[in-house]
């Protein structure tokens, strides 16, 4: 298992990223593309469900779905690319996202004060960013995190 950061922790982590083409076991937790999530939506476990969005995916067709599902993972191909702030800010500030909320790909220890404070509040970091040393980040700027509803 890897380790990320949740809640200001180091943990390991317990969801399986899974691709358009993988088969999951039984009794997994599932990270699933939004496009599979949607069409299999129906015969998922609900509490084991998680959808990752990349940056040009809309949010509708999870709308009716926010208040089940447990993890929502946001995708970061590029450092650079700020499209996955606006969609944190949209699931936290104006629909109420109440689940986790992770930053993945490529995500720096520069950028996670930044990201907790658009909303997110667990990191799967670059494969070049020790997260036990990113743990730092948190304490180089004073926040108030966004508030849930």
Do not use: K, N
């Amino acid at each position: 298992m890897s380790r990320l950061i949740c809640r200001g922790e180091l943990v390991e982590d317990r969801w399986r990223w899974i691709d358009d083409d993988e088969a999951p076991a039984a009794g997994e937790r599932l990270i699933l593309p939004l496009a599979r999530w949607c069409a299999q939506r129906a015969g998922l476990d609900a509490t084991r469900s998680g959808v990752w969005l990349g940056p040009d995916d809309a949010l509708a067709p999870l709308l009716p779905w926010l208040a089940t599902i447990p993890l929502i993972a946001i995708r970061f191909p590029v450092f650079t690319d700020g499209r996955g702030y606006s969609l944190a800010r949209l699931l936290r500030g104006r629909h109420g996202f109440a689940g986790e909320l992770r930053a993945v790909g490529d995500v720096l220890r520069d950028q996670l004060y930044f990201l907790q404070r658009c909303g997110f509040d667990s990191f799967a970091l670059r494969a070049d960013q020790p997260p036990d040393e990113a743990l730092a980040a948190f304490r180089d700027y004073q926040w108030e995190p966004l508030a849930r509803r």
